[in-house]
């Protein structure tokens, strides 16, 4: 059984920072690609940020610059760093295994997704 655990969301004030945490459980996942996904209401699901089994990254362009995607391949592990928070990164985020080793944007190529975690920006 595959598990994904989002932590790290919580409510912070405009330019503030989190830092989420995904751990990943039931299988090894460094030979795929990861991403973090973002929802906020009456939106679709959007790709935040993503990074291929070898590290490459990708970054959306409302967030380039102020988020920071890594993985630690050994703890099974991807963070998101979100500093200068504003109002409209208010979301539900998601992090998700894909099927392929580099990053893709649909989300419709990621088979594995965690339950998801709030984060809210007030202005």
């Known amino acids: 059984q595959v598990h994904l655990v989002e932590s790290g969301g919580g409510l912070v004030q405009t330019g503030g920072s989190l830092r989420l945490s995904c751990a990943a459980s039931g299988r090894t996942f460094s030979s795929y690609g990861m991403g973090w996904f973002r929802q906020a209401p009456g939106k679709e699901r959007e790709l935040v940020a993503g990074i291929s089994s070898g590290g490459s990254t990708y970054y959306g362009d409302s967030v380039k610059g102020r988020f920071t995607i890594s993985r630690d391949n050994a703890k099974n592990r991807v963070y998101l760093q979100m500093n200068s928070l504003k109002p409209e990164d208010t979301a539900v985020y998601y992090c998700?295994?894909?099927?392929?080793?580099?990053?893709?944007?649909?989300?419709?190529?990621?088979?594995?997704w965690g339950q998801g975690t709030q984060v809210t920006v007030s202005s």
């Open positions: 998700a295994v894909g099927r392929l080793k580099a990053v893709v944007i649909s989300s419709v190529m990621y088979d594995y």
